[in-house]
């Protein structure tokens, strides 16, 4: 079945850099573009970032661009997301996803000094 389990969150001040990792299995992971999104308390989820499956096309929201960085390795089976410049509105739950509605557990994120 498909897993996806994120990690890497943690606390960090603001301006600080972090790097979450998703590892995937049970799928074809080189066929599939994969997303990340974060959920902050008593919010909707927001999409953050997409990498097309071979890791050649990106999207990121307007909230994160310039700051946060999507990539993927296929050999290994994970994304990652490279957060720099991090704000405290960046504080969320944040997960990945693949296409067909599976999502990981989340992995936290709290920016704060």
């Known amino acids: 079945q498909v897993q996806l389990v994120e990690s890497g969150g943690g606390l960090v001040q603001p301006g600080g850099s972090l790097r979450l990792s998703c590892a995937a299995s049970?799928?074809?992971?080189?066929?599939?573009?994969m997303r990340w999104y974060r959920q902050a308390p008593g919010k909707e989820r927001e999409f953050i970032a997409t990498?097309?499956?071979?890791?050649?096309?990106?999207t990121y929201a307007d909230s994160v661009k310039g700051r946060f960085t999507i990539s993927r390795d296929n050999d290994k089976n994970t994304v990652s997301l490279q957060m720099n410049s991090l704000k405290p509105e960046d504080t969320a739950m944040y997960y990945c996803?693949?296409?067909?509605?599976?999502w990981g557990q989340g992995t936290q994120v709290t920016v704060s000094s």
């Open positions: 049970g799928f074809t992971f080189s066929q599939y573009a």
């Open positions: 996803s693949v296409p067909g509605g599976y």
């Open positions: 990498i097309s499956n071979a890791g050649d096309t990106t």
